[in-house]
């Protein structure tokens, strides 16, 4: 059974560029959640995304930042117009759809972005 | 807001040495993780503790939650090198218990 997947695991981006990060979760697992690293700092909770659903955006930047978990396909979370303080490790995690089942999340390996 | 605070900041000790890291907080959480973090990887799940007083061991590693559910403590034994990593703790509250709240961690060192 496949963890979570994220790709890239690098990513160097020009300042203005937008930055689209990927995460696949774990089979059976239905819901997701973005975690940001920034140097120095603990993991930050983002964004949280059942499919088609965004239930909780509380950590997420007002602006440039958006989140999606389609249907189909992958979640992703984009960066429009990226700055350099934008730059720091993306986590995903997922866990299983059922009440309480929260804390059973597995987080992927992370996107390094890096803007340059 | 809910702070996490980890110590030690930094360990360095030798294999084969016992050692106990520390997750401390003011608040109340509902449950609590303990994850190990390796260079350029995700957090890996260790344990997760929800019972106030609750105390879990995983072959060497004892985790335990405190009674009034603000603490938390990880303790191994006969430390090896492959122990070696970044230690987080991370709460989950109430209804909110998908938004965990991490430390900052602690940088273990397990010196052969």
């Known amino acids: 059974n496949a963890g979570v997947m994220q790709n890239p695991r690098h990513l160097v981006r020009r300042r203005g560029q937008e930055a689209r990060l990927r995460c696949s979760p774990m089979?059976?697992?239905?819901?997701v959640y973005w975690y940001r690293q920034l140097p120095e700092e603990g993991l930050k909770f983002m964004v949280y995304?059942?499919?088609?659903?965004?239930?909780?955006e509380s950590g997420m930047p007002k602006e440039r930042f958006s989140a999606e978990f389609p249907k189909e396909g992958p979640s992703i979370l984009r960066i429009q117009q990226v700055v350099r303080g934008d730059s720091a490790a993306y986590f995903c995690?997922?866990?299983?759809?059922?009440?309480?089942?929260?804390?059973?999340?597995?987080f992927g390996q992370g996107t390094r972005l890096t803007v340059v | 807001t809910q702070l996490l605070e980890q110590s030690p900041q930094f360990l360095s000790i030798q294999e084969g040495e016992n050692l106990t890291v520390y997750c401390n907080s003011s608040?109340?959480?509902?449950?609590l993780q303990w994850y190990r973090q390796e260079p350029g990887e995700g957090p890996v799940l260790l344990v997760t503790?929800?019972?106030?007083?609750e105390v879990k061991k995983l072959k060497r590693l004892t985790f335990q939650f405190g009674d009034a559910r603000k603490d938390s403590s990880l303790h191994i034994t006969a430390a090896q090198p492959g122990d070696t990593g970044l230690y987080l703790c991370?709460?989950?509250?109430?209804?909110?218990?998908?938004?965990?709240?991490f430390g900052k961690g602690t940088l273990l060192t397990v010196n052969p």
């Open positions: 608040s109340v959480f509902s449950s």
């Open positions: 995690a997922s866990s299983p759809p059922g009440r309480g089942r929260e804390t059973e999340a597995f």
């Open positions: 995304l059942q499919k088609e659903n965004i239930i909780d």
């Open positions: 089979k059976g697992h239905s819901h």
């Open positions: 503790v929800v019972t106030g007083g």
């Open positions: 991370a709460g989950g509250s109430g209804g909110s218990n998908y938004k965990l709240t």
